[in-house]
């Protein structure tokens, strides 16, 4: 992912004037969490890691349409491309009356928790369970809180929305941990040996991970009939992510009866949002169709 990391490291500045609230997930402590020297860095260009309090930062729109997306960046589950696929994104989602909440969550290190596996999908639940547990608050709709990743960040919000049904965090109001749709965007989606993204499942599961990990955490083998209504995009020429990614998870939805639409760009490489104007405008349109804005 070196590629796309270069090209965005120097853009998109100024995104405070956008942020209306940092939201700390967990005021009372974070759990899967050990004392350690990790302190986080790369604010300042835009590409966060060593997180080790998590956060939601809120982008609202000017007039909101009671629709909630959760921004997931990705990164390889090294880094977090905070700016660039968070805040940027954000930004436009903002602009159609969506409101956005871009999630700087943990990425997976043995430094900082007793099981790195679940750390980062803890934080997604956790980001969940708070909209819609304050969904007044925010005037969202609890019933359209969806997540939306790229790269390791799509693989993370595939895994929310296929191990919603074990809560990985504490939940005694039982609050629904389903998102009610997910977009990916380049997503990496499996961690089986002929098509995984090496980086992203090496971080994720360790180098030599055991198959039952490889199976639990390759998310087009835990789809269901009540897996939420899925947008997928992705270029065929893609030279990090293999486009295979979406293909297998698209069929396995279909199969599931799962409502899904796939938008596959025949050029653009990992990371096209970067290069191709326009590529939101399917997504929009996408979620007039299913009257989520």
């Not at 750390?119 to 019933?143: C, F, H, M, T």
């Not at 961690?191 to 995984?196: E, I, R, V």
């Amino acid at each position: 992912m070196k590629t796309k990391l270069l090209i965005i490291t120097a853009l998109f500045c100024g995104f405070s004037a956008f942020s209306q609230e940092k939201i700390n997930l967990y005021p009372n402590g974070v759990p899967n969490s050990k004392p350690s020297s990790v302190i986080e860095s790369g604010a300042e260009r835009g590409l966060i890691k060593g997180i080790t309090n998590p956060t939601l930062e809120y982008i609202k729109p000017e007039k909101p349409n009671g629709s909630a997306i959760i921004v997931i960046a990705g990164g390889g589950y090294g880094v977090i491309v905070y700016n660039g696929e968070g805040l940027n994104t954000a930004k436009s989602l903002s602009e159609k009356g969506i409101s956005a909440f871009v999630l700087k969550y943990r990425l997976p290190s043995d430094e900082i928790m007793p099981d790195k596996k679940i750390g980062p999908l803890q934080d997604v639940q956790q980001s969940i369970k708070y909209l819609r547990e304050n969904a007044d608050k925010y005037g969202i709709d609890k019933n359209k809180i969806g997540v939306m990743g790229f790269s390791a960040g799509g693989h993370l919000a595939s895994t929310a929305a296929t191990h919603f049904e074990k809560s990985y965090i504490e939940n005694i109001q039982n609050t629904n941990l389903r998102p009610d749709f997910q977009i990916l965007v380049y997503p990496v989606i499996t961690m089986q040996d002929a098509l995984t993204h090496g980086g992203s499942r090496d971080a994720l599961i360790g180098k030599n991970p055991l198959q039952e990990d490889k199976d639990l955490f390759s998310n087009e083998l835990q789809v269901k009939a009540n897996t939420p209504m899925t947008w997928l995009t992705h270029a065929a020429d893609d030279k990090v992510v293999d486009v295979d990614n979406s293909v297998q998870y698209f069929e396995q939805l279909r199969k599931n009866k799962v409502e899904v639409e796939m938008h596959i760009f025949p050029k653009g490489d990992h990371g096209f949002i970067f290069r191709q104007k326009g590529w939101m405008t399917p997504l929009f349109d996408w979620m007039e169709r299913n009257k989520i804005i």
